[in-house]
């Protein structure tokens, strides 16, 4: 034991002086339970903020394998030719396919099949000590496959933990939020350590995962969130076998010293940031003010019950956040510019003054590539109980549409890679870049054009969820006779909804474009060039005037 100690101390060493520091690109996701929800639905949250992510959206249908089937394994499975040309795909190898697969919706993370089960993703670090890329799996592979194989969110942990042991995991800790109709979980799991092998008959994971409790909701956002854990209580977590003798192979934890297991002192071990800690205060004192949270905390419950009912629109005002009347609030201050805008775009390390971490770190950010509301519903056929409120690029500049998730197709805008739009080629034929213009060009009067984001957005989405009862209504009338019209007629509805706020978004570029040129706000019906200068406040603070006075 104290050879292997001595081993993974000096293997952690030599990590943390070999590898580059790493810019973190890290998301938000916010599970809720049924008995949480205003209607009775499980829901869960999800801001992709990579930046670099693909932007590609659409549908992996269902299919029937043959019988000996092998399915690969793939990693750096982000399919746009533009991440491709930095982390090319690779298949490291191949497991036996099933009979059937199901049909989900696919991004950078997949985040709805046809039966409802639900991700959302946050990265969570922890020990660098159990990184082993000897391991298959990343974790976007076990959630494509947990997506084609689980009618249930817990099967969906079951399969792929199962697989993250038999094979490997070989990347560092993740988070998955995972719903159902009836249950919301958060599913933990990091790599097996630096001396697995293959052959090593051990498990190649390590991971946990703990149920929501009903009538409560959580929130993961970038550290691990489960502590202690009960395996007894079945109904309420899962875990690998090694679960706690992993911790005490590593010298983490001890069960003879009277200390009690928690998986985020152990597995997942992170030293406290607001970096992290801020947005969970943040979600958790939203969604229960009564409770007061102190936003300098360094734990937060696991869950906690709301104050009242959570609705998808909760949850997308909260994806949509930027701390604003907090002493947090990223549009006030010097840093936001005249004109409020909330963005803080990274800067060197060698700039950041000695004990800082930056700039806060709020829950919508600019580099998102986009966001989710997945929404699902027990009583319901799948195809209309489970939704997805999907928006592209920053939540707070963001339209969110509603996608079905048993649609046959999205619209070919949103499945353009290279060809039609990447991170570094422009182009009107993908709809990210709709929204990604409008929410890059709003930072050079944000103030003023938040209000015309917002005058566009509002409208539709308050269409959207006053049509919802009527269009599933409808939907559920042509169930009854015919499963397949229902279908075409909810990716119907759903292509056409997008397309209309893709479009909407395209003439909303140009407007902003138009109007808010040279300094100047112009009008709309009639020709008028306005100049509105700057507040007095940014004046007096950069010494407005003072400029003209010569220097000694």
């Known amino acids: 034991m104290k050879k292997r100690l001595a081993s993974v101390v000096g293997i952690a060493l030599l990590a943390t002086l070999l590898v580059a520091p790493q810019l973190v690109q890290a998301c ?34 269902a299919a029937d394998w043959p019988e000996g089937s092998m399915r690969p394994v ?33 991004s950078s993370y997949p985040f709805q099949n046809e039966k409802q089960v639900g991700m959302g993703e946050t990265t969570i670090g922890g020990r660098r000590e159990l990184n082993n890329s000897a391991g298959w799996f990343d974790l976007v592979e076990l959630m494509r496959i947990g997506l084609e194989r689980a009618s249930t969110a817990r099967e969906a942990i079951q399969i792929m933990g199962s697989l993250a042991e038999k094979y490997g995991y070989g990347i560092g800790g993740e988070c998955l939020t995972v719903i159902d109709p ?52 079945t109904d309420h977590f899962m875990a690998s076998s090694n679960i706690y003798t992993l911790a005490q192979e590593y010298g983490w934890w001890d069960p003879d010293s009277g200390e009690e297991f928690k998986v985020y002192e152990t597995y997942g071990y992170k030293a406290h940031s607001a970096y992290n800690s801020r947005r969970e205060w943040r979600v958790l004192s939203l969604l229960a003010p009564s409770l007061n949270l102190d936003p300098e905390a360094e734990r937060y419950p696991f869950s906690v019950k709301p104050d009242k009912p959570v609705t998808p629109q909760d949850l997308m005002r909260i994806n949509r956040d930027v701390y604003e009347g907090t002493p947090y609030d990223l549009t006030a201050g010097l840093a936001a510019g005249p004109f409020g805008t909330p963005n803080r775009y990274p800067t060197s390390g060698s700039a950041n003054p000695p004990g800082s971490s930056g700039w806060e770190r709020a829950i919508s950010m600019f580099r998102a590539v986009y966001s989710t509301v997945v929404v699902a519903r027990d009583g319901m056929p799948d195809m209309i109980g489970g939704m997805t409120w999907f928006g592209y690029d920053a939540p707070h500049s963001t339209c969110y549409v509603p996608i ?6 999205l619209p070919e805008s949103f499945n353009k890679g290279m060809r039609g739009g990447s991170y570094d080629v422009f182009s009107r034929e993908s709809a990210y870049w709709a929204f990604n213009f409008v929410s890059n060009f709003a930072d050079l009067k944000f103030s003023y054009m938040i209000e015309d984001i917002k005058a566009v957005r509002d409208p539709f989405e308050a269409e959207f969820f006053q049509l919802q009862p009527a269009i599933e209504n409808a939907a559920l009338m042509l169930y009854e006779q015919d499963p397949e019209a229902a279908r075409l007629f909810l990716t119907n509805y759903t292509n056409n909804q997008a397309n ?53």
């Open 28 to 61: 938000t996701s916010i599970p809720v339970s049924a008995g949480a929800s205003a209607d009775g639905s499980v829901m869960t949250t999800h801001t992709d903020d990579s930046g670099t992510d693909t932007m590609l959206v659409y549908v992996v249908p």
């Open 74 to 106: 793939r990693r750096n499975t982000d399919y746009d030719p533009y991440a491709q040309r930095r982390y090319p795909v690779t298949v490291v190898g191949e497991i036996p396919q099933v009979p059937h697969t199901y049909a989900y919706i696919n």
């Open 182 to 233: 009836k249950e919301a979980w958060l599913f933990e799991i990091w790599g097996p350590g630096v001396f697995w092998t293959p052959d090593s008959g051990e498990p190649g994971a390590v991971w946990v995962a703990q149920r929501i409790p009903e009538g409560e909701v959580g929130v993961s956002a970038n550290r691990s969130r489960i502590g202690a854990i009960n395996l007894d209580d």
């Open 404 to 409: 079905y998730c048993g649609v046959s197709y």
């Open 500 to 552: 209309r706020v893709v479009d909407a978004y395209w003439k909303l570029a140009s407007l902003l474009a138009g109007r808010y040129c040279d300094g100047y706000v112009y009008g709309i019906d009639e020709y008028e060039m306005r100049t509105v200068g700057y507040p007095e406040w940014w004046l007096e603070a950069v010494g407005f005037g003072l400029s003209t006075i010569p220097k000694e």
